[in-house]
Structures are given as structure tokens and as C-alpha cells.
């Protein structure tokens, strides 16, 4: 699609913030009223829209794409958009250690146990530590708590956490991320050890450094999101 506007504005809106194109307001795929909860947030869109060339390019606006996502997917059903995000309280990776590697272990224990202990005191959960991949129940109660405190994310912030936990394969990394435990730095780090550790070893893989890579932008865009909606 070409570009098909001259001026982006920003326009103050009953709750919230609304952007502009030559005086005309957007609108999310859905076609509902593109409206941001933060003036930040409507800033960072603005100057996706107004940074565009003369062809639009999607991947450019990721601000944009996430209010798209907040609106038009997690707003209307809070409960069943966060609900596949939720399941991962069942199968969280910092649950998962090596059965092999004694030094792979030892750094799975020094990066994912303390943010496990974080999760244990926030919520008053306990986990169970397995080795290997062989799937292991969780304790129901501690199921339930992270579930109810993923759908306890209002629908913008439930947005952001999809993809850091998708991404990262861990609800309770993700949680962290949602609740400033952690640096995001630190977590990412922490839901990418096994792939580094594994560079380490045997040497990086050109095609898994790109997949990683296209990861971390995923994962800072919603970390950036997190942070316009403080």
C-alpha cells in the first residue's frame, strides 16, 4: 500500500489518545476507533506512521500492530485471548533442567532459580524441578494462581505478555517482565540460555542467530510497549 497522508497528529480522546492522518482518525483492522491508553503510546505510533516512505511497511510499526492486537483481539474476550498464554503455567521452561550437561545445569540453576523463587513469593506457588524433557504436572495450585494472575492483565498489558512468553517459553519470565522484577535484559538472557550455551559449545548456527534475532526484536518491541503504558 502506498502512503497516502502528509500529517500525523495526535488527538486527546474521551480515555485515551487517538492518532490522526490529515485530520482523519485511524481506525484498527477491525475498524474500531484506534484508541491508546497512554499519550506516549500515541506518540510512538504517530512516529511509526510519519517515519513510513512512500510504501507502507508493516513491519516498521510494531507500536502499531501491538494497539492493533490490544484492541481489535485482546479487549473484547480478555479471558479467552489470555488463556493459551496462561497454559504455559503447566509447562514452564525454567522448570526444565538438563540431564546431561553437568555445567549447562549448574548455569539453568544460577539464571532460573532465582526468578522462580521471585514467582514462589509473589504468588505463593511452589514448583516442581525436573530433568530432561519428559513432561511433569505442576501443582494445581500453582497452576491456578499463575493463571489468574495472567488474566488479571488488563488487555494492553496482556498484549505485551503474549509474546514474551510464546517467544521465551515461560509464563513466569514473562510475568516478571509485566511486573519490573527482573531487567528485561536479564530475562531475556535468562529464557535464551540453552541456545547460547549451546553456541558456546559447538559454535553459533547462521540461521538460529537470525531466528534468535528476530526473537529479541519481538521481545524488546514488547518490553518498549510494557514500558508506554507505565
Known amino acids: 500500500m502506498k502512503r497516502f497522508w502528509k500529517d500525523v497528529a495526535i488527538v486527546a480522546q474521551d480515555g485515551g489518545w487517538g492518532i490522526a492522518l490529515d485530520g482523519r482518525p485511524m481506525r484498527t483492522p477491525h475498524r474500531a ?53 496462561a497454559a504455559y503455567a503447566a509447562t514452564d521452561l525454567l522448570c526444565y533442567r538438563d540431564d546431561r550437561d553437568a555445567a549447562l545445569q549448574a548455569e539453568q540453576v544460577a539464571a532460573w532459580n532465582p526468578i522462580l523463587a521471585w514467582a514462589e513469593a509473589q504468588f505463593g506457588v511452589e514448583f516442581i524441578i525436573t530433568q530432561g524433557i519428559l513432561p511433569v504436572d505442576q501443582p494445581p495450585a500453582t497452576v491456578a494462581a499463575l493463571r489468574t494472575a495472567t488474566l488479571g492483565h488488563d488487555p494492553w498489558r496482556l498484549t505485551a505478555l503474549t509474546p514474551l512468553v510464546t517467544i521465551g517459553g515461560s509464563l513466569v519470565a514473562g510475568l516478571a517482565c509485566t511486573q519490573q522484577a527482573f531487567d528485561p535484559e536479564h530475562l531475556w538472557d535468562a529464557v535464551s540460555l540453552d541456545q547460547l550455551y549451546q553456541e558456546r559449545r559447538w559454535g553459533a548456527d547462521a540461521e538460529a542467530q537470525a531466528q534468535r534475532a528476530a526473537h529479541k526484536r519481538d521481545w524488546d518491541n514488547a518490553v518498549r510497549f510494557l514500558g508506554f503504558l507505565h
Open 33 to 85: 476507533p484506534l484508541i491508546v491508553v497512554s499519550a506516549m503510546l500515541a506518540e510512538a505510533i504517530a512516529a511509526e506512521w510519519q517515519a513510513q516512505g512512500d510504501t507502507i511497511d508493516p513491519r516498521a510499526m510494531p507500536m502499531t500492530g501491538l494497539a492493533n492486537a490490544a484492541i481489535d483481539l485482546a479487549a473484547p474476550d480478555p479471558a479467552v485471548f489470555g488463556e493459551p498464554v
